[in-house]
């Protein structure tokens, strides 16, 4: 993208945008997930707008690279970047969770909703579409690159190391997945859920090349997706440490927060504390 | 289209899986973005024909169903039509929710090959029987399923799977050697039931490998002076209805016939036509809400009434109820 910008701090300023948008939609949609959709924020600032190779005005662009958001229940994130980058305006964010709308609660390729690579919501699915999706680009000797986007309690699907092992198999280096790995799930810490750990030598032990990372912040970001594009021979995964709400102090870690959206004084409070944050 | 039975000779004894690997190949050689992904029974699924004729675009999985869904998901979205066959208790039913999901809802043009489908699969037994894949993928929107009743017509689907079915499909067929008579003239339209014969007392109603079976039960009735019609369901979905009302309409009385489930299968699809349409008297022969078993298929086949005898029989009774 010509645009890709490198600057951190205009960078932030595009993150704290999206976390903005995605408290308003999920406030005016008055359900949703805003915990890990304001954890991955960073993440999507410095994907949609720095490191993919996109064109938002040509989403159909053969060339570009796909993003493949496993997680359907971040949506809002998703949404939020998607229309800040410009693939449709900022407008309908308001119609999240609404009938008729192209914003579904989980992502949905019926839509049409310009710049979605696929429908997903339903966890553990979107690594083999995202494998299949490299394979492709191997097979066709392009050069476009897959990124799949997961959280750590999805992690807890076999059918995830399924894929996994295909990736490896098949020495897709033109894939990264990048973990969300904000520890916390619906029912609590993901130690006391299900455990995960030691999970990058699971994945090493995959065939994976393993970066780890701060995944809120955007230097961190900006240096391991470039280590990860010129990376070859394996595909790699991306432990991105996070912490769910992140930007907003009195909720950042509160796994409560997973699956609630803001009701009209939290929003304030809400867009109150991002403003007041660094 | 209308046939008549004398018409219709064996002309030998093939799997209907052996049907599927060939179309595969037929359709691969005419449209390069048909690619294969394998599930560790290749040549089980008769897919090994692609894979000697274009291994650069067979891919091995491995035995990861789930995973082959998605990663076929991935290739349709990246513009391939991929074939991902394995047998239908797996392809069907272990991966259920990537179908949904990742296939359906996305509507996109992945085949599903639905290998050892019904009882005929014999000795392996009941885990290894398809019998509930039609309820199951019936139920899920925007797909296709094509049940032919022999090797030609497995061909036949297998090519019209991708020529005309722009998204979703699930193509269904058997292990064991069956007879194949199908005209290779005989046009295969997705959605449009064939008449294999025309007889006035009754309309049999079958698909897959019970069609063969419908028709010698029909000649068997034909002896006793019952004269019926075959209808060739070798669409489920979308289904015929026009096709089976005018079967209502004329004869009657409707007697369906399938290696499934009487749950969810050919039998329910017909009488959801039916019962809101144009109501009938009806029978139904398939698996009575039971797992298969062990056994040589011929064995099994008349164990469970799924064989030209029992059909007739069954036809017959109908009848009689009906006058009496």
């Known amino acids: ?278 | 289209m209308q046939i008549d039975i004398g018409e219709l000779q064996k002309r030998g004894d093939v799997p209907t899986r052996i049907g599927f690997g060939r179309g595969l190949e037929t359709i691969a050689e005419i449209d390069n973005r048909v690619v294969a992904l394998g599930a560790d029974i290749t040549s089980s699924v008769s897919m090994n024909f692609f894979q000697a004729r274009f291994p650069e675009r067979f891919f091995s999985l491995g035995i990861a169903e789930q995973n082959i869904m998605g990663v076929a998901a991935g290739m349709a979205l990246s513009g391939k039509i991929p074939f991902a066959a394995t047998y239908g208790v797996f392809s069907a039913l272990r991966t259920t929710d990537q179908i949904r999901v990742s296939i359906c809802y996305n509507n996109i043009p992945v085949k599903i090959g639905g290998a050892h489908a019904g009882i005929s699969v014999g000795p392996d037994g009941a885990t290894h029987q398809a019998l509930e894949d039609i309820a199951v993928m019936r139920a899920l929107p925007n797909m296709t399923i094509l049940s032919p009743c022999d090797a030609t017509q497995a061909a036949q689907a297998t090519e019209a799977a991708v020529t005309q079915v722009p998204g979703p499909a699930y193509i269904r067929f058997g292990r064991e050697a069956v007879p194949d008579f199908i005209p290779e003239d005989l046009p295969f339209v997705p959605g449009k039931a064939q008449k294999l014969k025309d007889g006035s007392d009754l309309t049999l109603i079958a698909t897959g490998h019970m069609i063969w079976e419908a028709l010698q039960a029909a000649k068997i009735l034909d002896k006793e002076g019952i004269h019926v019609s075959v209808l060739n369901i070798h669409t489920i979905k979308p289904l015929d209805s026009q096709a089976i009302i005018k079967a209502a309409e004329s004869t009657g009385v409707i007697v369906t016939v399938e290696e499934h489930q009487l749950f969810g299968g050919l039998g329910s699809a017909v009488a959801e036509v039916l019962a809101q349409q144009f109501p009938v008297p009806m029978a139904m022969v398939g698996m009575p809400d039971c797992f298969g078993e062990s056994g040589t298929p011929e064995q099994l086949l008349k164990k469970y009434g799924l064989h030209a005898q029992n059909i007739a029989a069954v036809a017959k009774n109908k009848l009689q109820k009906i006058k009496s």
């Open chain 1, 1 to 278: 993208m010509k645009s890709a910008i490198q600057d951190t701090k205009e960078l932030k300023s595009i993150a704290r945008q999206l976390r903005r948008d995605v408290i308003n939609s999920l406030a005016t949609a008055g359900s949703g997930h805003l915990g890990a959709s304001l954890g991955l924020a960073d993440i999507f600032a410095v994907l949609y707008f720095s490191h993919l190779n996109h064109q938002p005005q040509n989403p159909h662009w053969s060339q570009r690279d796909r993003l493949v958001l496993s997680i359907g229940h971040v949506a809002p994130i998703l949404y939020a970047s998607l229309a800040n980058a410009g693939y449709f305006h900022r407008d309908e964010l308001a119609t999240l969770r609404k009938l008729g709308s192209r914003l579904q609660g989980h992502p949905g390729l019926d839509t049409q909703l310009p710049g979605l690579e696929t429908s997903s919501g339903s966890l553990g699915q979107g690594l083999s579409i995202a494998v299949g999706m490299a394979l492709t680009a191997k097979y066709d000797k392009k050069k476009w690159q897959v990124y799949s986007i997961h959280g750590d309690g999805e992690l807890q699907e076999g059918a995830i190391w399924e894929a996994a092992m295909s990736a490896s198999h098949y020495k897709l280096d033109n894939l990264t997945a990048i973990v969300d790995r904000n520890r916390v799930q619906i029912d609590g810490p993901t130690h006391r859920v299900m455990s995960l750990e030691p999970l990058p030598d699971k994945f090493q032990a995959f065939g994976w090349h393993v970066l780890e990372c701060n995944g809120n912040s955007i230097k961190d970001l900006l240096d391991v997706l470039h280590k990860a594009r010129e990376y070859t021979g394996k595909p790699t995964v991306i432990l991105a440490h996070t912490k769910m709400g992140a930007g907003v102090a009195q909720i950042e870690d509160d796994y409560s927060w997973h699956g609630k959206a803001p009701d009209a004084k939290q929003r304030i409070a809400f867009l109150k504390a991002l403003d007041n944050a660094n």
